[in-house]
């Protein structure tokens, strides 16, 4: 990582720095902790050597750090440099190895660092060790006699983008950082002020608002505005891609000269990425057509990388960390323990970030997924099939193995993970491709048994639930605390963080850092209208009775609602029920489905145009949290129930640990994790405050106090057993010169 003093105008790197990342012949299924041992096993130097070479660029003294893990023979005549490669081959293949440009290019810079250190008559080549069966090749590395030039203008580059930041940050300091529409709607001041604070006072600080009150303007103007008095760089984190365009709109409305970037999955950006067979980083010799471009698209992005050879991501990432303003991306490249971005939020950035959370409340539930996780019976019969005849005969004994150990209640999972470490080398030598293959799912489960499965205290328990062995974190807050305290503040927002202190909880966040605020709607209360009907019951036990009921309300609501209405489920399978008896005379249907893209949910939220359509879609999902629909394009919502997950031992587990640990178990567990997705989907009705619409809440249990409790308090709830006639008279007094019109 790039180390820079602006005082002292110095920059130090290493080797590796200006190498690039990438470059590795073939894959192989290894730990983390394996792969490091086994580069520790094919590299053993009969001596070391560091070397410090300096170069004064445009007034900047470049100091290039060189630390030589090959053998180092120095004689007086010359000096031999060898650096050792492993590789995922065997030896009938070891010739064949393409030679990355990324580690010739960390040879060359052996050479041209040993040249300028006045080490005699420097020579160098690769070894290439397979560790698949130990043989060897030898690959000489002639010097460049361009390297030095090359090596010139990629400091330079850095030292180019370096100063045109420096240039930029003090002109930040004399932005005029207003609100970019005409007037602030009432609380928007409010979270301007309270995000501008979070930055100051470096706090974590929790943002409740209702849904449609627009609380991006607000949250970037505050933002914005201690950042540039701080030189901090501001990460907008989303939990779906859909949200993101609301962002860079409103960055265009700021009318600032503000460089911004996207950082997509690295999968998405780079084809070789997706491969594991990217080496172009370090190629990166130009972000002045960036920096000039200030708001960067993926287009430009993609065009660049493409002129200097270099891997998309790896040019979103260093635009972001060295010239960005703003970059937005996904939030497990700020909070995730594994994928963070280091350049940005890892030490010896070349600055601190204040994290903006939108959709704050899906970050407990996103970490508790990183330290979770299940082997079942189908995955290891899907390994068995996958390997059959004598070469799988390892593979089918140790998938069986830990078959045999997730039934054990105490299995010894880094032993087991070690058997996988042993037998990937084999698996290497059949020349199978990693993604898709069983037996990669399989390895990684077994890593994160041995990751987590000991670790001390009740957040992580292990257990068999009858067909599989778990692996279930019910509290991530020892992922999150960590990431959470390396960046400069976080600005969380959601309209559902309904108690904050126990979102703070989860996510690990000291309560001498934390600070929250509720705001209220600013709409008019009577353009509203929260309707339970009561008359029905969408419990498990009562589903099937209750089906034909339930359809036939359904109806009656839809067909009472003049305009678009959007129905929501506590599941597919709730969803497929209930569509195969409501009728919906007339209207167009939109349903979801399972395997919908992110790019066919979001069409399919613009389709919700005109008049007279039903959405049909599950709460908790992107249709019901994240997308916006067109403006004004839904008249009603009606919530099918209130969504608690459904019963089994998991939710046992989480329960009980609530329970000991904050006394409100079953609140805790289902309650407020149900209504989360029931107040998220209520929030696509009224967005404005000229916008009017109902929410129908169908089920009985809405009106108990514990149900109500996460009620909003604009909520004014109305239980009928007649809902449709409800909805037609909300709606005909918007029509005939009733309170509405």
Request: with cysteine.
């Amino acid at each position: 990582m790039l180390r820079w003093s602006d005082e002292t105008r110095t920059l130090e790197l290493s080797v590796r720095d200006l190498a690039g990342r990438g470059g590795g012949t073939g894959q192989i299924a290894l730990s983390r902790g394996a792969r490091a041992r086994l580069g520790m096993a094919v590299h053993q130097p009969a001596d070391e050597a560091s070397w410090r070479h300096v170069e004064l660029v445009d007034g900047w003294h470049c100091v290039v750090n060189a630390r030589v893990d090959g053998l180092v023979e120095e004689l007086d005549d010359y000096t031999v440099i060898e650096e050792i490669k492993s590789v995922a081959v065997p030896e009938r293949a070891l010739d064949d190895v393409a030679i990355p440009a990324s580690w010739t290019r960390q040879v060359q810079a052996y050479l041209h660092v040993a040249e300028g250190c006045r080490r005699p008559g420097p020579v160098a080549h690769l070894r290439l060790v397979s560790i698949i069966d130990g043989s060897q090749r030898v690959v000489p590395v002639p010097r460049a006699p361009g390297f030095g030039e090359w090596l010139h203008r990629w400091l330079a580059a850095r030292v180019r983008a370096r100063e045109q930041w420096i240039a930029h940050a003090a002109g930040r300091q004399r932005w005029a950082i207003s609100f970019p529409f005409d007037e602030l709607r009432p609380g928007q001041a409010e979270l301007l002020e309270a995000s501008e604070s979070a930055l100051h006072r470096a706090t974590v600080m929790a943002l409740e608002a209702p849904t449609g009150l627009g609380k991006t303007a607000p949250v970037l103007v505050g933002a914005l505005r201690a950042a540039v008095a701080q030189d901090l760089g501001l990460f907008w984190a989303t939990a779906r891609t859909t949200q993101r365009w609301i962002v860079e709109r409103t960055l265009e409305a700021l009318d600032l000269p503000l460089r911004t970037v996207v950082v997509e999955a690295r999968a998405q950006a780079c084809a070789a990425c997706a491969r594991g067979e990217c080496e172009g980083s370090a190629e990166i010799v130009d972000l002045s057509r960036l920096a000039e471009a200030g708001r960067v698209p993926r287009e430009l992005v993609q065009a660049e990388a493409a002129r200097q050879g270099a891997c998309p991501w790896a040019l979103a990432v260093e635009f972001a960390a060295q010239l960005a303003d703003v970059v937005i991306g996904d939030l497990n490249y700020a909070f995730d323990p594994d994928s963070y971005l280091r350049p940005l939020f890892g030490k010896g950035a070349a600055r601190r970030w204040a994290v903006l959370l939108d959709e704050a409340h899906q970050l407990p539930e996103r970490a508790r997924d990183w330290a979770s996780t299940r082997i079942d019976d189908a995955l290891v019969d899907r390994v068995i099939a996958a390997y059959p005849g004598a070469d799988g005969a390892a593979f089918r004994d140790l998938a069986e193995a830990t078959r045999a150990a997730a039934m054990d209640d105490s299995p010894a999972w880094p032993d087991l993970l070690a058997s996988f470490d042993e037998i990937a080398v084999t698996h290497a030598r059949l020349g199978r491709p990693v993604e898709g293959d069983p037996w990669f799912e399989l390895a990684r489960g077994v890593q994160r048994f041995a990751t987590y499965a000991d670790r001390d205290g009740e957040e992580v328990v292990v257990f068999h639930d009858g067909q599989a062995r778990v692996l279930f974190c019910r509290d991530p807050s020892f992922l999150l605390a960590a990431r959470i305290e390396a960046v400069a503040a976080v600005v969380a927002m959601s309209a559902t963080l309904e108690p904050p202190w126990f979102w703070r909880a989860r996510c690990g966040v000291e309560e001498s850092r934390f600070a929250s605020l509720r705001l209220p709607s600013g709409f008019p209360a009577q353009n509203r209208a929260t309707i339970i009907a009561r008359s029905v019951s969408t419990a498990y036990r009562d589903r099937a009775a209750e089906a034909g009921r339930i359809a036939a309300l359904l109806d009656d609501c839809v067909a009472a609602v003049p305009g678009n209405v959007a129905l929501f489920f506590g599941s597919f399978e709730q969803m497929d029920a209930l569509l195969s008896q409501a009728k919906l005379a007339g209207r167009d249907r939109l349903v979801q489905r399972r395997d919908m893209s992110h790019h066919d949910r979001a069409d399919l939220a613009a389709s919700m145009t005109g008049r007279d359509k039903v959405l049909c879609a599950v709460l908790g999902g992107a249709l019901a949290e994240s997308i916006d629909l067109p403006p004004g394009a839904l008249d009603a919502a009606i919530i099918v129930g209130p969504a608690l997950p459904p019963p089994g031992l998991e939710q046992s587990l989480l329960q009980d640990y609530y329970e000991r640990r904050f006394s409100d178990g079953f609140g805790l567990a289902s309650i407020h994790a149900g209504m989360t997705r029931v107040v998220q989907a209520a929030g696509r009705v009224v967005r404005g405050p000229a916008d009017r619409g109902a929410v129908v809440l169908v089920c009985r249990r809405f009106q108990q106090h514990a149900f109500q409790a996460y009620f909003p308090p604009e909520w004014v709830p109305v239980p009928t057993s007649r809902p449709a006639t409800e909805l037609a008279a909300f709606f005909a007094s918007f029509t005939k010169g009733g309170v509405g019109a």
